[in-house]
């Protein structure tokens, strides 16, 4: 176990529009916000999205099992971020639901918004994190910086 202390900082209420990309315009605004540490709340409807439903078998490293949804599918979730290699990292996890179907899992590649997408982001303070690769998972962790060697 790995854990960080910290405090809460700013929070900000968000709308993403019809059209946008779900992931990549949270992910422009935690790093134009300069958001280092947070997480994400979030509620509306998505045209089109990928979610990873857990592995296609128990073992690790995982192969993900994805699915491909359309047409209009009600959303609810909750994100992490920390920064990455390449900026602000998110692990975002979603349930979407179209009548009497749902999946729930992590929300890959793009999510584009049918209608509008509400987001609550909390900034974390105090928290030093990176997500970095792990090599013995395959998947990106993340990392406190007092657990560095």
């Known amino acids: 176990m790995q854990y960080s202390e910290g405090q809460v900082g ?5 709308r993403v529009d ?10 422009r605004f935690v790093a134009a916000m300069n958001v280092q540490s947070g997480m994400v709340h979030f509620l509306g409807a998505v045209r089109t999205a990928t979610l990873v439903t857990g592995p296609k078998e128990p073992v690790v490293p995982p192969t993900p099992r994805r ?12 994100a992490t971020v920390h920064p990455g290699e390449d900026g602000p990292s998110l ?7 179209r009548g009497i179907r749902s ?15 509400e987001a609550i ?4 303070v105090g928290i030093t994190s990176r997500r ?3 090599e013995k998972t395959g ?11």
């Open 121 to 124: 982001i909390t900034e974390f």
């Open 18 to 27: 019809d059209g946008e990309d779900l992931i990549k315009e949270i992910r």
């Open 67 to 78: 699915e491909e949804i359309f047409g209009g599918w009600e959303l609810l979730g909750f």
């Open 103 to 117: 999946l729930t899992g992590c929300l890959r590649d793009k999510a584009e918004v049918y209608i509008v997408v």
């Open 139 to 149: 998947v990106d962790l993340p990392v406190f910086d007092e657990f560095l060697p």
């Open 132 to 134: 970095l690769p792990d």
């Open 91 to 97: 692990h975002i996890h979603a349930t979407a639901g």
């Open 10 to 14: 700013r929070v900000f209420t968000v």
